[in-house]
């Protein structure tokens, strides 16, 4: 069970646009910033948002980030094949005194 | 540009323990926190620790607490990774993460190893 919630799936076609969300708490997303992660098959994760809306060199404005409360949104515009992928947020949490990073269970992107 | 290569794929026992390395290059290794995550087959992303850019403080998830072990060689900008009493769970595949931003450490991972498979089975 993760700690941010996140759909297990979502499909769309090609072309088209799709949202994923993430959702947590105040002792997480409320409180910090959030990361989205993009994982091709058989490959490492991939940042694509940081610090809620920021994308890093190389990323293209297809890919945009949101955050609400204790809520998070990515959304992909113009899907292409090679976004295909499972996509994880993550932030930290405060819960603990230490605290740690979390991550949500992943979203899997499917073309229909 | 920035990489990180990590150990080849590991074999163990339970009751084992395991050391994982992680080799930079392309950036200061001396400015940058070094996290590590690992996934399950067919799971997602569980966060173990991290390492601060001097090596001389670490902070591990409470899960990991006792078993775990991470560490840093400024001479050869490497990161290491070591895992105790090894049991069936810990079979998974260990990454290693840089957080973006100098001297921070706030879970902005800009780069990952490729990662290295650890099975544990007897």
């Known amino acids: 069970q993760s700690v941010l919630t996140q759909p297990p799936s979502v499909s769309a076609a090609p072309g088209q646009k799709v949202t994923i969300s993430c959702s947590g708490s105040s002792s997480n997303i409320g409180n910090a910033y959030v990361s989205w992660y993009q994982q091709l098959p058989g490959t490492a994760p991939k940042l694509l948002i940081y610090?809620?809306?920021k994308r890093p060199s190389g990323i293209p404005d297809r890919f945009s980030g949101s955050k609400s409360g204790t809520s998070a949104t990515l959304g992909i515009t113009g899907l292409q094949a090679g976004d295909e992928a499972t996509y994880y947020c993550?932030?930290?949490?405060?819960?603990?005194?230490?605290?740690?990073?979390?991550f949500g269970g992943g979203t899997k992107l499917t073309f229909l | 540009q920035v990489q990180l290569v990590q150990s080849g794929a590991e074999v163990k026992k339970p009751g084992a323990s395991v050391k994982v390395s992680c080799k930079a290059s392309g950036f200061t290794f001396t400015r940058h926190y070094i996290h590590w995550v690992r996934q399950a087959p067919g799971q997602g992303l569980e966060w173990m620790g991290k390492?601060?850019?001097?090596?001389?403080?670490?902070s591990y998830a409470q899960k990991f607490q006792g078993r775990v072990t991470m560490t840093r060689d400024t001479s050869t900008n490497t990161a290491y990774l070591e895992l105790s009493s090894l049991r069936f769970e810990d079979t998974a595949i260990y990454y290693c993460?840089?957080?973006?931003?100098?001297?921070?450490?706030?879970?902005?991972?800009?780069?990952w190893g490729q990662g290295t498979l650890v099975t544990v089975s007897s």
């Open positions: 993550g932030t930290w949490d405060t819960t603990l005194s230490t605290g740690h990073v979390v």
């Open positions: 390492i601060n850019p001097s090596g001389s403080s670490t």
């Open positions: 993460a840089r957080d973006m931003e100098e001297f921070s450490s706030a879970a902005r991972f800009d780069s």
């Open positions: 610090d809620n809306n």
